[in-house]
Every structure is written in structure tokens, then in C-alpha cells.
T-cell receptor, first 113, second 109 residues
Framework: DADVTQTPRNRITKTGKRIMLECSQTKGHDRMYWYRQDPGLGLRLIYYSFDVKDINKGEISDGYSVSRQAQAKFSLSLESAIPNQTALYFC????????????FGDGTRLSIL | GQNIDQPTEMTATEGAIVQINCTYQTSGFNGLFWYQQHAGEAPTFLSYNVLDGLEEKGRFSSFLSRSKGYSYLLLKELQMKDSASYLCAGLDSNYQLIWGAGTKLIIKP
């Protein structure tokens, strides 16, 4: 079983719809992250959370919201999807020390028509 | 501003050696990571450097020069399965990762 699980793996939806992407982890890590990846661009941080009561905006948080329901669960919502939010979305986790690597889920490929 | 630069694409031959360069400009510096990402898959951790010098892990080695804002990933005895994108990411003074766009490495027989 994957340590970091993202659902759904693929989603096609229409402009204006609300979408939720879910992430759960069994690594016991406190830190969780949401990124988007677009062709030709690096990973861009949307939101991150260092523990259940901590939520922080990343580089590109506009149009997105998150919820940290438990240590193991971190969900990303698009309140009203628009076509330029079409991308590959990754959830990641890391242990508390800053030099620890991030561990990524398999990604959610989201297409907004 | 903060920036990570790496070549967009490189081609190498199976069995050869390839060096993938990365230059970084970050506000403060707390280390540099390299990740491998096969097409359509998740990035996976390769290495972390915070001190100057070369660190070797099997066929892969990573080098850092803090004074030059420069790192490279060295892959030896290339195999077809090494065809992937290699992502460089710098950790800034706020312990945020700044990601490069990745270098797509194509291995030819």
C-alpha cells in the first residue's frame, strides 16, 4: 500500500464546479503539502500544514482552500474551478526536521473544461 | 527574486556518464535537494546537500558549491530506466523549497 494516497487519480470536470482532492498518509508525518505541476514549470506550492491546527498559504493559494482533518488527512478544494487550474496535483509529506525529504503521492490529474 | 536554473533537456548514451547542473539564487540557503521523476509519476528523493563537496550514493552522486550557488547530479553507468526528469530544489531561509522546472534526461541505446 502506498504511504501517501491521493484520490481521485484522474478527474475531468466543468468550469464553475466545486472539486475536492483528498490526501491521506500512513507515514506518521506532521507536515503535509499540496503542489501543482504544469509542463515546463517547477512544482508550485499551494498550501502547507505543519500540524493539525496549522495552515499556511503557499506561492499560489488564490482559488484554492485546504482542510487538515487529522494528522493523516489533508484535502484541497477548488471552490469554483476554472480552466487554468488544469494541472497535475501532488500531495506530499515530510518529517519535522527541515532537511528531511518530502514524500509524494502518485498525483491527481485534473482537467477543467 | 528566488530562482533555480537547470537545463530543460539532456541526452546521453546507455552506459555513459552524465552531469546535470543546477544553479540557485535563494534568500538564504539551507540545503539543496535532488529528486527523480519518471513521466506521469511522483517525484522521489535522491539526495540532499548542505555542505560543500561531493556525496556519493551508488551510481548517483551530488555536488554542492555554496560560494558559487551551484550543484550538479552525476549519474554513472547509465541505464535505460534512468530516463526521467531530475528536479533540483533549494531550501531557502524560511525552510521553503524552491523548485526548478526539471531536466528531462533521455537515454539512448
Amino acid at each position: 500500500d502506498a504511504d501517501v494516497t491521493q484520490t481521485p487519480r484522474n478527474r475531468i470536470t466543468k468550469t464553475g464546479k466545486r472539486i475536492m482532492l483528498e490526501c491521506s498518509q500512513t507515514k506518521g508525518h506532521d507536515r503535509m503539502y499540496w503542489y501543482r505541476q504544469d509542463p515546463g514549470l517547477g512544482l508550485r506550492l499551494i498550501y502547507y500544514s505543519f500540524d493539525v491546527k496549522d495552515i499556511n498559504k503557499g506561492e499560489i493559494s488564490d482559488g484554492y482552500s485546504v482542510s487538515r482533518q487529522a494528522q493523516a488527512k489533508f484535502s484541497l478544494s477548488l471552490e469554483s474551478a476554472i480552466p487554468n487550474q488544469t494541472a497535475l496535483y501532488f500531495c506530499a509529506t515530510s518529517a519535522g526536521e527541515f532537511n528531511q525529504p518530502q514524500h509524494f503521492g502518485d498525483g491527481t490529474r485534473l482537467s477543467i473544461l | 527574486g528566488q530562482n533555480i536554473d537547470q537545463p530543460t533537456e539532456m541526452t546521453a548514451t546507455e552506459g555513459a556518464i552524465v552531469q546535470i547542473n543546477c544553479t540557485y539564487q535563494t534568500s538564504g540557503f539551507n540545503g539543496l535537494f535532488w529528486y527523480q521523476q519518471h513521466a506521469g509519476e511522483a517525484p522521489t528523493f535522491l539526495s540532499y546537500n548542505v555542505l560543500d563537496g561531493l556525496e556519493e550514493k551508488g551510481r548517483f552522486s551530488s555536488f554542492l558549491s555554496r560560494s558559487k550557488g551551484y550543484s550538479y547530479l552525476l549519474l554513472k553507468e547509465l541505464q535505460m530506466k534512468d530516463s526521467a526528469s531530475y528536479l533540483c530544489a533549494g531550501l531557502d531561509s524560511n525552510y521553503q523549497l524552491i523548485w526548478g522546472a526539471g531536466t528531462k534526461l533521455i537515454i539512448k541505446p
